[in-house]
């Protein structure tokens, strides 16, 4: 299934919405982004990048090299299903 994102990076130094130019993904969780202003009067170029943190709900076909915390609140729901189920 294909998304399509409304979310925007905007500039750090104009606010437009900056453009994704090159994007290589170096983990399973971990990407480094070449992105520039879409201003031509901004002109600015830069790195950005992205790393999934945390799963907040579990996979249902999880990747076994990919090892993600749960966030706090996960790991409590999770040891209190456990604890009401012994």
């Given at each position: 299934?294909?998304?399509?994102?409304?979310?925007?990076?905007?500039c750090p130094h104009?606010?437009?919405?900056?453009?994704?130019?090159?994007s290589?993904?170096?983990t399973p969780v971990y990407r480094e982004l070449v992105v520039e202003c879409r201003?031509?009067?901004?002109?600015?170029?830069?790195?950005?990048?992205?790393?999934v943190c945390n799963t907040l709900t579990p996979s249902d076909s999880p990747n076994p090299t990919v090892d993600l915390p749960f966030t706090p609140r996960l790991l409590q729901q999770a040891i209190k299903q456990a604890q009401q189920a012994s």
């Open positions: 299934m294909t998304m399509t994102s409304k979310h925007r990076l905007p104009c606010s437009q919405n900056l453009r994704i130019r090159k290589q993904g170096l201003n031509e009067d901004c002109g600015f170029r830069g790195k950005a990048r992205i790393e």
